[in-house]
């Protein structure tokens, strides 16, 4: 650590420091052989320092990796809000039993003195309204939820060792949950901006594009022969 920063101070680099708890990393372990340290840090040089005098590193609470990732807080951002106008099904929905429940409960209900077709447009307009209703709440709600156990995940991780990792473990799973509901909500909305904007010569475009062919690039393949090939051409005859 000692030659770390006298590397940093040899390139004018300075560590931006952290707010909360210090360590970012541990071992997970639940016994006496639990360790923590602080691994990670934020550097920056003396003009971005000058520049964004109020900045901060705040440590953020993990459920994946080892490691705990670092939020730089270099200005406070107002919160966007959005009207949601006409109404659409959210995938995320998928994953709460209760609008399973709710759809099925609209489903089961029999209308009188309608035919077939007619029943099933009564249907599906119930069930609009059903889940519209039900929803109204549901993102807000997962969003403080969300929050609330960060928050938790914090206060644990302050004091983490190995009397309490089968608890930060465990809240950890339940945050990846709420986390795979919001990350299916905002793909969802990501498709939408596409159909708006996919076409068209903008920014949007370019970053998608950029992103699609860094995802479909082969860099390399196994032939008939079990080689690795890594030339472009070899890649090619190997196909």
């Given at each position: 650590m000692e030659a770390f920063r006298r590397a940093l101070e040899e390139t004018g680099l300075a560590d931006l420091g952290w707010r909360g708890n210090?360590?970012?990393?541990?071992?997970?372990?639940?016994?006496?052989?639990?360790?923590?340290?602080?691994?990670?840090?934020?550097?920056?040089n003396q003009w971005w320092r000058a520049t964004f005098q109020e900045a901060g590193v705040e440590v953020l609470s993990t459920w994946v990796s080892d490691h705990k990732p670092l939020l730089v807080l270099a200005k406070e951002m107002g919160e966007r809000r959005y009207k949601g106008k006409k109404f659409k099904y959210e995938m995320n929905w998928g994953m709460e039993e209760e609008c399973g429940r709710l759809v099925e409960d609209v489903w089961s209900k029999r209308r009188e003195n309608s035919g077939f077709l007619r029943s099933v447009q009564q249907k599906l307009a119930c069930c609009r309204v059903s889940l519209r209703?039900?929803?109204?709440g549901l993102n807000k709600g997962r969003e403080g939820e969300i929050k609330e156990k960060s928050v938790q995940l914090r206060v644990l991780e302050e004091e983490e060792g190995p009397n309490n990792m089968g608890e930060i473990k465990k809240l950890r799973g339940e945050q990846s949950i709420l986390l795979d509901k919001e990350d299916l909500r905002w793909k969802q909305r990501v498709k939408k901006h596409w159909l708006a904007n996919g076409d068209k010569n903008t920014k949007f475009f370019h970053?998608?594009?950029?992103?699609?062919?860094?995802?479909n690039t082969i860099k390399a393949v196994r032939d008939s022969q079990g080689r690795l090939v890594i030339e472009e051409k070899e890649i090619e005859g190997a196909f």
């Open positions: 210090k360590y970012t990393w541990n071992n997970g372990h639940e016994g006496v052989t639990f360790i923590k340290e602080r691994l990670d840090q934020v550097v920056a209703r039900w929803s109204r970053a998608c594009a950029n992103q699609r062919r860094k995802k």
